[in-house]
């Protein structure tokens, strides 16, 4: 089997190029409910930009969200709510 991988690299696509995902359609992409990509945007760790009265993420913005989340800079303590109620 030949290995093409400049055909791969032609395939790339840069960023600008790719139109906005909605963030309904990210939602159902990444798993996240509507409510936790709400949380993410007023926290900071997720862009999104407003267009004709609806949420869309650019693919440069999704780049940055990936890049984040593999860094693991969401990560943090869970609090045990069980435990504050004693």
């Known amino acids: 089997m030949k290995h093409n991988s400049h055909l791969l690299e032609q395939a790339i696509v840069p960023a600008i190029y790719i139109p906005p995902m909605s963030l309904y359609r990210f939602c159902q992409v990444t798993g996240l409910s509507k ?6 945007e007023q926290r900071g760790w997720l862009k999104t930009h407003l267009i004709a009265n609806r949420r869309y993420i650019l ?3 999704v780049a940055e969200f990936n890049r984040r989340l593999a860094a ?3 990560a943090g303590k869970v609090s045990n709510l069980a435990a504050n109620r004693r």
């Open 72 to 74: 693991d800079e969401f």
């Open 59 to 61: 693919a440069a913005d």
């Open 35 to 40: 409510s936790s990509a709400w949380r993410f």
